[in-house]
């Protein structure tokens, strides 16, 4: 099996390192004025990383059975809203209204910022949580008190558990927005998540 190949912004940052070296080569006198104009010449890779990956509704069951603890928890919150991890795990019992079922974002801007979201079927999964009086943060460790900084290792075990593959936490948005498409919602009314 051979090596797989790199994708266009991989190999950019990597010869965006080379260039920076010669150049730093030249300002050292290690290299001369002509080596650092051919290197200079090198041009880089049009990029287009994009990729859309989403998963259906039996996957999304599948893969917060597969949770453990608060990870399912933040997973079903992703999956509900649309909101990028860090707003997730930023997020600030003040931003969040049970009595009306709805919680919003004042963090720093982003596409999803400002956006008050339902949370109809995330409501039961707010109640759920331990909430210390003491700690301002909806998701976070209760062993510090803190919010949590990342959930990578937690999130790929039940991926893999799951039997999902080739998917990424930012790739929960893209399910909440193909659901909402699938759903009947507009493409603009989508966007503006």
């Not at 949770?67 to 991890?85: E, P, Q, S």
């Not at 976070?140 to 593959?165: E, L, N």
Request: aromatic letters at 10%; hydrophobic letters at 40%; proline letters at 3%.
């Amino acid at each position: 099996m051979g090596i797989p190949a790199n994708k266009p912004a991989t190999i950019n940052r990597l010869m965006a390192t080379i260039k920076h070296m010669f150049h730093k080569g030249y300002q050292w006198e290690m290299c001369g004025e002509e080596t650092l104009k051919r290197v200079r010449q090198v041009k880089l890779l049009e990029e287009n990383n994009r990729r859309l990956r989403y998963l259906s509704r039996e996957e999304c069951a599948e893969l917060v059975s597969k949770c453990k603890d608060v990870t399912g928890k933040i997973v079903m919150a992703a999956l509900n809203t649309g909101m990028r991890k860090g707003e997730i795990l930023s997020l600030k019992w003040e931003n969040v209204d049970m009595k009306h079922g709805l919680f919003y974002w004042t963090g720093p801007r982003t596409e999803s910022a400002e956006k008050f979201l339902s949370m109809r079927i995330l409501k039961a999964v707010l109640q759920s949580l331990t909430r210390q009086l003491d700690v301002p943060y909806v998701f976070f460790d209760t062993m510090t008190g803190k919010p949590y900084q990342d959930v990578k290792r937690s999130f790929s075990t039940a991926c893999r558990q799951a039997g999902i593959h080739d998917f990424h936490f930012h790739d929960l948005r893209h399910t909440f927005a193909s659901h909402l498409i699938m759903a009947g919602a507009d493409i603009t009314t989508v966007s503006n998540y």
